[in-house]
């Protein structure tokens, strides 16, 4: 199976810029989704973005697109979430995950087999 470890996460300023990173071990992730969701207090997990290594698909959430970029490097099987003019309202704890099903249910975290730690995102103004 996949083993999914975190690491990026910390304390920026509104504006700001902060890189997640998720290094995957176990079962190579190239033939999974991979994602990254968030999520605060009171509220569901929601998706933020997601990449499919083969063919390369590529999808964001609408209040992260044109801030947050999505990659691989498929030599260190790590997936990273660059975030940019980061805001309050980016707080969270994020979260990587890889799963198998199809590209369709990409933003359904319900549909996700592994999940990192989580990682605590603070943006301050």
């Known amino acids: 199976q996949v083993q999914l470890v975190e690491s990026g996460g910390g304390l920026v300023q509104a504006g700001g810029s902060l890189r997640l990173s998720c290094a995957a071990s176990g079962r190579t992730f190239r033939t999974y989704t991979m994602g990254w969701f968030r999520q605060v207090p009171g509220k569901e997990r929601e998706f933020v973005a997601a990449?499919?290594?083969?063919?390369?698909?590529?999808d964001y959430a609408d209040s992260v697109k044109d801030r947050f970029t999505i990659s691989t490097d498929t030599a260190k099987n790590t997936v990273y979430l660059q975030m940019n003019s980061l805001e309050r309202e980016d707080t969270a704890v994020y979260y990587c995950?890889?799963?198998?099903?199809?590209?369709?249910?990409?933003?359904?975290?319900?549909?996700?087999?592994?999940w990192g730690q989580g990682n605590q995102v603070t943006v301050s103004s």
């Open positions: 990449i499919r290594w083969n063919p390369g698909f590529v």
């Open positions: 995950a890889a799963g198998s099903r199809g590209w369709s249910t990409r933003s359904a975290q319900t549909k996700y087999d592994y």
